[in-house]
């Protein structure tokens, strides 16, 4: 007899068709974290930030009958907001400082990379820019987790020519070209599987 079944993972969001042919059948989870489990539908939390890799093991009547891994974001959840700091005042011509400010309840390792429209890019979390013609300039910056692409968003650096008394450049925190115009927002970069919840739980 033929069963069609879908495989359904709720902390994780994503069902796996699969079509086995039997009655009897065994799995086995690995999540890539230490954890196995042998239920057919397991739940499963990670308990802290990473990119896992999850394999499915599934038997009929001890043979081998489906086996797939499947890739696992558990970093992109972890990312409450991302912002730059940098002075209150862009003037063209001037170096300024620049960098990422990410929200997160962990602690997270992530390399960044900085695109602008003149096809300038910068890497590092800290950086420095100069802008040469006055007005808005859009910077688009990306968080990697290893090679991972795990945050990114737009952000509207506006400046302004020199003035002509010394001006105080205080450095505050800009939030994305987004956030201004909607309240606040973090594009993540479109994946598979890119929920996944952060507390283990037994399966």
Known sequence: MSIKRNICIASLMYCIPYLLEAQETSYLWDFGDGTTSTNENP??????????????????????????????????????????????????GKTIPASVLITSDYELSLNYLWEFPDGLSLDGQEVNITLDKAGKHIVNVKAYYESVLVAQDNFELNATAPANEPTDQSNRKHSSAAESSSGGTLSYMPLLLIFASLRKRKV
């Open 43 to 92: 739940v499963h939390e990670y308990d802290k930030p990473g990119i896992y890799t999850v394999s499915l093991v599934a038997s009929v009547n001890e043979k081998l009958s489906y086996s797939k891994q499947y890739e696992i974001n558990a970093v992109s959840p972890a990312i409450k907001s991302i912002n730059l700091v940098l002075p209150d005042i862009i003037e063209t």
